[in-house]
């Protein structure tokens, strides 16, 4: 069915690059107007989806500035998982999730790999939507060093999930056989956690908290910029 979209090596044809920016931009939009609620004045407003399509540019933006890369995909980038975080956090896990995919979508025409569509779910569009969970906490303190650890936490489970069903052929040759079965949790967590910790130390730099929370105030609508 999607053999058109998809080449023989599991990456996507030059019609597969054009279904999959049409359906990304199709889904921002369609995300933008209903992620409110069915309130015309509860809707995401041209505010909100500005700033939603900035942190998301951020994100993409940081994606290709690697520290560290694994060789099957995934790697410690400069600070992406955070600017995607925000979203959830200015304006609750509702709107969070839908940016999230977005940003999956994103990710997938950016190092687009195919071996079926649940494993595309998998590896892009629910591991990437499971950011916006940051915005689980954005009404209590340290609401979003919370939902960044949470963020992380749900993005690598389902990254775990396509390990198991669609990557242990991959598991490299001399990693001990008996710890086979944690695979890829080692393989996953293992990048994800390295960025989550060098995140969360940056965090506690006193100036940046500041600057961020002052960000989040104007991106909500509860003060401007000075």
Known sequence: MFSFMVT???????????VTIAIAVVI??????LAGG??????????????????????YLTSYIQLFRMP??????LFSMLFVVLIGYWYGPKVGVMAGFV???LQFIQEPY???????????LLAFAALGLGGLFLKQKNGLLKGYVVAVIARGAFHVLGGYLFWMSYMPENFPKVLAAVYPFVY?????????????????????????????????GEGEAM
Request: proline residues 1%; glycine residues 14%.
């Open 188 to 220: 996953n967590y293992g990048f994800l956690l390295a960025e989550g910790v060098l995140t969360i130390l940056v965090l506690q730099i006193p100036a940046l908290k500041n600057a961020l929370e002052r960000v989040s105030r104007i991106a909500r």
């Open 114 to 124: 195919v071996l079926s569509f649940f494993q595309v779910c998998c590896d892009y």
């Open 72 to 77: 099957y995909g995934g790697g410690v980038t």
């Open 103 to 105: 940003y999956g979508i």
């Open 28 to 33: 921002f939009f369609v995300a933008g107007y």
């Open 8 to 18: 023989k090596d599991g990456g996507l044809t030059t019609a597969g690059y054009g």
């Open 38 to 59: 069915r309130a015309k004045e509860d809707r995401m407003h041209v505010k909100q989806l500005t700033f939603c399509g900035m942190a998301l540019a951020l994100a």
